[in-house]
């Protein structure tokens, strides 16, 4: 991977992070350019292989994440972003990336769910969907984003959090 396409990548997710945070949407506006930049990017700087790399990161991050944008159990902002990241990334580091974010979601879960004490319903929900996966992957009637009363994680901010540590260890 190029180096010059961290910087692109990181601002890309930094600002989606912080809209995430804010609003808790992550617009058309920003993922859909976004991956187009990337693919277009990459073939620029590295021909042919930069568009099979572009397309690999971002179908990488799309397919991996389907799943559970179909079971409502992951935006389709969120989702467009990890693809349009990918576009920038290449599938390597999208998967490092995609895995650390996966991570820090999980832990910013943990302390939402204690700090409002829901961790027996939590288990309960994350089994459902978990099992979702496997049988026919049809959202839960309560277990999904629709649902205001369950409790969500910033997936967007996770992954700006997350692009930058890898980014971060890249560079040592």
């Known amino acids: ?8 990548a990181l601002l890309l997710v930094v600002w989606a992070g912080w809209l995430d945070l804010r609003s808790r949407r992550i617009p058309n506006w920003l993922t859909l350019p976004a991956l187009l930049l990337g693919l277009g990017v990459n073939t620029v700087i590295l021909g042919w292989d930069g ?35 990918g576009a920038w990334l290449g599938p390597i580091q999208t998967l490092f990336v995609l895995l650390a974010t996966i991570l820090i979601a999980g832990i910013i879960a ?11 319903v939590t288990l309960g929900n994350l089994r459902e969907l978990v099992l979702g ?6 959202p839960h009637k309560v277990i999904t984003l629709d649902n205001p009363g369950l ?13 930058s540590l890898c980014y971060l260890s890249s560079r040592i």
């Open 151 to 163: 409790l969500t994680v910033p997936f967007g901010t996770a992954a700006a959090v997350a692009t």
């Open 51 to 85: 568009t099979k790399v572009a397309l690999g990161g971002a179908g990488l991050a799309l397919g991996l994440l389907l799943p559970f944008v179909l079971l409502r159990g992951l935006g389709a902002g969120d989702w467009k972003l990890m693809g349009a990241l």
């Open 110 to 120: 943990s302390w939402l769910i204690t700090w409002h004490r829901r961790w027996k």
């Open 1 to 8: 991977m190029d180096e010059r396409l961290w910087i692109p």
């Open 133 to 138: 996966c496997f049988v026919g992957l049809r």
